[in-house]
């Protein structure tokens, strides 16, 4: 079992930034990849980014590459989402999720998911 707790959502202007972190508990956390979907309201679930078991491998959605950077700490069980460059696009809750499978894109390859944390992005 995986339980995950994200933190570090809030208010920002557009062209700012935020650092999304996200606390696992459980002893096996780098046995897992790690991610990041969000959702914003009236539309469907979004992969963002995700990083593989060892951090050495990652994956990002076209809308964030170049903005956003994920990144992890095995010794502390916590991965990271730096947002960089933030859009009023960006507006969203940010959800951390883990799972064994590689680090897809498919919100279906991730079983434990995090609680959620609201970015909001004023133009």
């Known amino acids: 079992q995986v339980q995950l707790v994200e933190s570090g959502g809030g208010l920002v202007q557009a062209g700012g930034s935020l650092t999304l972190s996200c606390a696992a508990s459980?002893?096996?956390?780098?046995?897992?990849?790690m991610g990041w979907f969000r959702q914003a309201p009236g539309k469907e679930r979004e992969f963002v980014a995700a990083?593989?078991?060892?951090?050495?491998?990652?994956n990002y959605a076209d809308s964030v590459k170049g903005r956003f950077t994920i990144s992890r700490d095995n010794a502390k069980n916590t991965v990271y989402l730096q947002t960089n460059s933030l859009k009023p696009e960006d507006k969203a809750v940010y959800y951390c999720?883990?799972?064994?499978?590689?680090?897809?894109?498919?919100?279906?390859?991730?079983?434990?998911w995090g609680q959620g944390t609201q970015v909001t992005v004023s133009s």
């Open positions: 990083i593989s078991w060892s951090g050495g491998s990652v």
């Open positions: 459980g002893r096996t956390f780098r046995n897992y990849a």
């Open positions: 999720v883990a799972g064994l499978a590689s680090y897809g894109s498919s919100w279906y390859e991730y079983k434990y």
